[in-house]
């Protein structure tokens, strides 16, 4: 291939997202006639319910976010360590919520735990959000799983673990104050990921009744024109920017290792 063919296919490449971005963007500034302006940004910024929803599901993904972490650094640290032959099954569980979808997830909740059954917890608010959190868990757990994974795959753990263990560490001062540390990145890539999941999720919090940004998106871009667009512009933003941090993160890591 010339090098002429590969500029192409590279100016190409980048058209083809640039130019739905740039539509996007060009048209939520066009809500006032004629001219550009922010009249759509401030009108979502300024409605409470944007404001009620978005907290929502940013408290709902760090909620997440922690209890993944909770989760999974320690199983994939212990099936990296002791339990290696475990690996196809823990693989083929982690991959299970690609192959069911959310909505038969949601109506097994729904079934299991309604205000009827043994532990009814859709009765309560704090129960609804609780079934809410595990949902958005087991639909992150293939991308945060993998991510850990990858991250202990990279490091010697068998080492680290008996160097710590002969200076007298536990398995929790292991796991926190050393396998944490040098996964921190990956932790990072499927924390990114759990927080782009549980901001666009729509069935889950649709179907359980709960205040979240999904369906205020989908609400918005039924009846309104242009915020729906400002909306998806903020999120764009916010998306880079958490991409943009975990680049950060990712070089100082490896500036801290180099010069250790």
Known sequence: MTKAASWAIMILGILYFVLPLWGMVEFSLSMRRGVYSFDAYTAVLSDPQFRQTFSYSVLMALLTILFGILLVVPTA??????????????????????????????????????????????GTTLG?????VMGYATLSLPYMYR?????????????????????????????GQIILPNVLVAVLSGSFVTFAIVMGEFTMAALLNRPAFGPYLQ??????????????????????????LIQLVTRFTKHTKAGR
């Open 128 to 132: 609804t959000n609780f079934l809410l």
């Open 219 to 244: 609400l918005m871009g039924a009846n309104k024109a242009y915020e729906p667009f400002a909306l998806a512009t903020i999120a764009f933003v916010i998306t880079w920017a958490c991409m943009g």
């Open 147 to 175: 991510a850990v994974d990858t991250g202990l795959r990279s490091i010697d753990v068998a080492t680290l673990t008996e160097a710590a263990q002969s200076l007298g560490a536990g398995w929790v001062r292991i796991i």
């Open 77 to 122: 640290f212990w099936v990296q360590l002791k339990l290696p032959r475990l690996r196809p099954l823990i693989e083929f569980i982690t991959l299970m919520p690609l192959v069911i979808p959310a909505i038969v997830t949601v109506f097994g909740y729904i079934r299991l735990y309604n205000t009827s059954s043994w532990l009814p917890l859709t």
